[in-house]
């Protein structure tokens, strides 16, 4: 975490847009939560008693709801491309800037192209943990907490059985980043052995040429691009499992929460547009916990790639002022 904090406080110039975008995304977040209260307020009351007057104010409320929704989400996505995207320019030119003070001792710790794939793929995936982590990061955690309130609000039995799953679902996660956090530093260390064996081809082209070493170095290419291509597979092979794990484990939740609830409406002891409303909540903290997961997953590349950018602001170089310089 200590990474993170060092690169992240290369965000302080942005960070307007930054909690602007948090704003609007909380603000997104509770007008949707909205949506399906009006809903089962239109099944139970104005479809119930036939009142078109009632149906057509509530279906414009929705209306409304949703356009606020959709106006904010905008504004979420202007602010987070700003403030991602100056964060990333502003981190390669810090680490730019920084290298250009090394000794040659420490830039003989660095390969150049180790050095090329930090400034470039490194800083892509802390300006993508931004535009593609910040929303859901918000939006999971608050739709997540709100969502369970009101679903408990409308009917605490159903949303006992919902809850029930959660611990499988935080078990599944924890196996696929217990997993996957040591292979990303892997994955990168890998795209550095690619960059290097291109650069030095492409450096000494003619004396590759002049030696005819061309399927040499063609084979070593080979090698380098294999040892990506198996890791890659490996990393993502576990990654990839987050999405069918959670789908399977959260519709098995809807099944019996369809079960339960149908016995309570033929009971008497729940209305149809309540279930439909209780079905909506629970459909969104699914997409929630979904979010959730990525933005761990996310999270876990983005250290990887955050220890190697702080390695290159950390260094320190050996070419050093004296503190009473001789004229």
Known sequence: ?????????????????????????????GFELVIPLIM?????????????????????EMGICALISL??????????????????????????ARIQSYSFASLDRFESSSLITRMTTDVTVMQNAITGGLRPLVRG??????GLLLAFLMNARLALVFLCCMPLLALILLFIIRKVAPLYGVLQRCMDQVNSVIQENLTAI??????????????????????????SRTTFHYAVLNLPAFQF???????????FGGNMIQTGSMQVGELTGFLSYVLQIVNSLMMISNVFLMLTRSLASARRISEVLQEESSLTDPAEPVE
């Open 40 to 60: 089962a307020d239109i099944i139970d009351t104005g479809i119930a008693a036939r009142d078109i007057h009632y149906i057509l104010i509530k279906g414009v």
């Open 141 to 146: 955690p608050s739709m997540l907490i709100l």
């Open 71 to 96: 106006l904010t989400g905008l504004l979420y996505a202007r602010f987070a491309a700003k403030a991602a995207l100056g964060f990333g320019s502003f981190l390669r030119e810090t680490e730019y």
């Open 206 to 231: 003619r004396v590759v040429k002049a030696f005819v070493r061309g399927d040499y170095e063609e084979e070593l290419f080979e090698k380098a691009n294999r040892d990506f291509m198996e890791t």
């Open 249 to 259: 484990t959260m519709y098995t939740a809807i099944v019996l929460i369809l079960w």
């Open 1 to 29: 975490m200590r990474d993170l904090k060092t690169v992240f406080r290369h965000l302080k110039p942005f960070r307007l847009e930054f909690f602007l975008a948090v704003l609007f995304v909380i603000i997104e977040s």
